[in-house]
């Protein structure tokens, strides 16, 4: 089970262009927090391998009032000897635009440990990046933010504020989003509506979306990721599914807390209503 923090943080990846959108149409608040479980898949056998937290708070930067984003997942501590993982998120972005002004990533997987930390520059249209690994000592990039550019945990918060009513199935839509040290112009395409089953009996009305990854060490690339999200108002990501080099790994909402709106899109609950 590794990186199980990026397949919960790729769900948000659906984005066209940069819309006018005023704060109180903003699909979520100071407050809110989600949690996930993380879930491997091995031939016939599904394990709670880990679990993934997002929180949203509220501060201000170069006097404008922003959002600050987190993120962390780590790994379930029964399986930390077969490959411990504890991974960080965080996004400073404008409330007005979310366009983001910092982002900072410290991720340790097994012995490997990247680190990453994001200033982005609007006047000079650049974005500098400081990383460093286990294998490779600390440098600095300097990328051009030649259009809208965001990190993978902004692209969450943000495609929830776009409005799939005027998506057609099968329509792509665009990101251009920086990944370690390099922009990618990546795409999810929507699938539809699909009412959704969980494991626990939950139901939700929810959107699909297939998502493209980055092939690497642990993606296969292309769109083997897939993401469900509530059909409603908070649209927040119920299911994440995606299929890597050896199985496949599940995020499922295990808990909602501080939501803007009343979860709509759940037809069925359990005895602890997500949410409530």
Wanted: glycine share 6%; charged share 20%.
């Amino acid at each position: 089970m590794t990186r199980l923090l990026k397949i919960a943080l790729f769900a948000g990846l659906f984005l066209l262009h940069l819309p006018s959108m005023k704060a109180q149409e903003r699909p979520f608040s100071s407050g809110e927090k989600l949690h996930y479980k993380a879930i491997y898949n091995w031939g016939f056998f599904w394990i709670e391998a880990g679990e993934v937290d997002f929180s949203v708070t509220s501060e201000t930067t170069l006097g404008n009032p922003c959002y600050l984003f987190k993120s962390a997942g780590q790994s379930m501590p029964n399986y930390d000897w077969i490959f411990r993982v504890r991974d960080k998120f965080e996004s400073v972005v404008d409330s007005a635009t979310l366009r983001p002004y910092t982002f900072t990533k410290e991720s340790n997987e097994g012995n490997f440990r990247i680190w990453n930390s994001y200033s982005f520059n609007y006047e000079t249209n650049k974005l500098m990046v400081q990383s460093e690994t286990s294998t490779r000592s600390r440098r600095s990039d300097t990328l051009a933010l030649n259009h809208y550019v965001f990190d993978v945990l902004t692209g969450v918060y943000y495609a929830r504020c776009l409005d799939y009513s005027h998506y057609s199935s099968g329509q792509r839509i665009y990101i251009n989003i920086a990944i370690d040290n390099k922009i990618y112009t990546l795409y999810g395409r929507f699938l539809g509506k699909e009412k959704l089953t969980l494991h626990d009996g939950r139901v939700f009305h929810t959107i699909k979306f297939s998502v493209q990854l980055v092939e690497g060490t642990i993606f296969k690339g292309g769109e083997d990721l897939v993401v469900w999200i509530s059909d409603d108002r908070n649209k927040i990501p119920i299911m994440v599914e995606a299929s890597i080099l050896v199985g496949k790994v599940k995020a499922v909402l295990e808990t909602a807390q501080g939501l803007k709106y009343p979860m709509s899109s759940l037809i069925v609950p359990i005895s602890k209503p997500c949410g409530q």
